[in-house]
T-cell receptor, first 116, second 113 residues
Framework: AQTVTQSQPEMSVQEAETVTLSCTYD???????LFWYKQPPSRQMILVIR??????QNATENRFSVNFQKAAKSFSLKISDSQLGDAAMYFC?????????????FGTGTRLQVTL | EPEVTQTPSHQVTQMGQEVILRCVPISNHLYFYWYRQILGQKVEFLVSFYNNEISEKSEIFDDQFSVERPDGSNFTLKIRSTKLEDSAMYFCASSQTAYTEAFFGQGTRLTVV
């Protein structure tokens, strides 16, 4: 079974500053993907970034980057130059390659507030 | 940009009634999913679907639930006899492969009264 843990229920960051959201996971599989999804007040789930477990290089998408530590099973999200529109719930998710349509396992989420 | 669309956006139903939630996945995607999120809680997996059959289902997905792909575009979730605890946001998702990123629809908020 897979588990995803987000230990920060809430975080706050000032506009233009940098914030890091933490995520740890557990799986016995070696072939998997990790994702961060953003859920704004509209409650839609928006993909922010993904990381393939076999890749050592950390993924980046514009102001969003990850710190993927495979041995430690850690997958944190860094948001640089935070903007008011970044305020949302952020969910870390794990997906294992089972050869079939495998499920996403989500963490409990971190609510990010962005202040002026 | 292709997107997953869900209808209706909000449905209110009486306890014991049947509801059908509809989804149109991204057209070249082959894998389809339903998730739900009770207000304030995390997103939970319900079922995955590929090649016209269920690939995996969670313990939540009991006999009251069923999924169907009635034609080449729609993917539906049916709840036969709704309970109060079925009130949640239901998300449809699709992916091109079995384990890469899944793209979510905007959700259907189901309220059972």
């Amino acid at each position: 079974a897979q588990t995803v843990t987000q230990s920060q229920p809430e975080m706050s960051v000032q506009e233009a500053e940098t914030v890091t959201l933490s995520c740890t996971y557990d799986t016995s599989e070696s072939d998997y993907y990790l994702f961060w999804y953003k859920q704004p007040p509209s409650r839609q789930m928006i993909l922010v970034i993904r990381q393939e477990a076999y890749k050592q290089q950390n993924a980046t998408e514009n102001r969003f980057s990850v710190n993927f530590q495979k041995a430690a099973k850690s997958f944190s999200l860094k948001i640089s130059d935070s903007q008011l529109g970044d305020a949302a719930m952020y969910f870390c998710a794990l997906r294992v390659n089972t050869g079939t349509a495998s499920k996403l396992t989500f963490g409990t989420g971190t609510r990010l507030q962005v202040t002026l | 940009e292709p997107e997953v669309t869900q209808t209706p956006s909000h449905q209110v139903t009486q306890m014991g009634q049947e509801v059908i939630l509809r989804c149109v996945p991204i057209s070249n995607h082959l894998y389809f999913y339903w998730y739900r999120q009770i207000l304030g809680q995390k997103v939970e997996f319900l079922v995955s679907f590929y090649n016209n059959e269920i690939s995996e289902k969670s313990e939540i997905f009991d006999d009251q639930f069923s999924v169907e792909r009635p034609d080449g575009s729609n993917f539906t979730l049916k709840i036969r006899s709704t309970k109060l605890e079925d009130s949640a946001m239901y998300f449809c998702a699709s992916s091109q492969t079995a384990y890469t990123e899944a793209f979510f629809g905007q959700g259907t908020r189901l309220t059972v009264v």
